[in-house]
C-alpha cells in the first residue's frame, strides 16, 4: 500500500514538473492532449534546432522559418511518433528534412554573413566541455561560427551534431542517413580542418 503510494506521488510529481520527464515521456503527454508537454519539448528544442539548422543556410531567417516548420509539424504530426527511437532522432530528421526541402524550393547560394540583422552574430551553445575550453579567452563566437562555415558543409553538419548538440553516432547516423562509419570519418576531418583553422589563436 505504501509503494502504491509512493509512486502515486512520484508520478503526480513528474505531472507536475515537466522538467524531470523525459522527451519521450513528453511526446506521450502530448499525443494524450497535453499541450503543456509539447510547450515543454519547444522549449527544450527551439534554440538546439536553430543552430543545426542554421549550418545549412548560413541565414537566420531562412533557418527559423525552418524551425517553425518543424515545431508546426511536431503539433500537427505527433501521432507519427511511435516509441522505438529516440524523440531527438525523430525531430533532427524532420528538421534535416525541411531544411533540405527549403534548399530545393529557393535554390539560393549560401550568404556570406554570420550576422543577425541586429549586427550581432549568432550564438551557438557549445555543448562539448574540451572545445569549449579551447577557444574559451581565445576565440569569440563568432570567429567559430566563421571558422565553422569554411569547412565542407557535410563535415560541418556532422561536427555540430556530435560536438555541440552531443547527439550519439547512432542518432547522427539515422539523422542524414549514412553509416556510422561515414559520420565518424567526416567528424574526424572536419575536426581537424577546424582545429588548423583555430591554431593560430590558440598560438597567441
Known sequence: MNQNLQ????????MNNPFKLTDEKLIARFQDGDINAYNELVDRYKDRLLNFVFRYFNNREQAEDVVQDTLIKLYTHASYYKNIAKFSTWIYTIAKNNALTELR???????????????????????????????????AVEELNKYLDEIPENFRIAVVLRDFQELSYDEISK?????????????????????????HFKEQ
Open 105 to 139: 524550393k529557393n535554390k539560393r547560394k549560401r550568404t556570406d554573413s554570420l550576422w543577425t540583422n541586429e549586427g550581432k552574430p549568432i550564438e551557438i551553445e557549445m555543448k562539448d566541455e574540451s572545445l569549449e575550453r579551447t577557444v574559451h579567452n581565445k576565440i
Open 175 to 199: 539523422i542524414l542517413e549514412i553509416p556510422i562509419g561515414t559520420i565518424k570519418s567526416r567528424i574526424n576531418r572536419g575536426r581537424i580542418q577546424l582545429s588548423e583553422k583555430m591554431k
Open 7 to 14: 509512486t502515486l506521488s512520484v508520478e503526480s510529481s513528474d
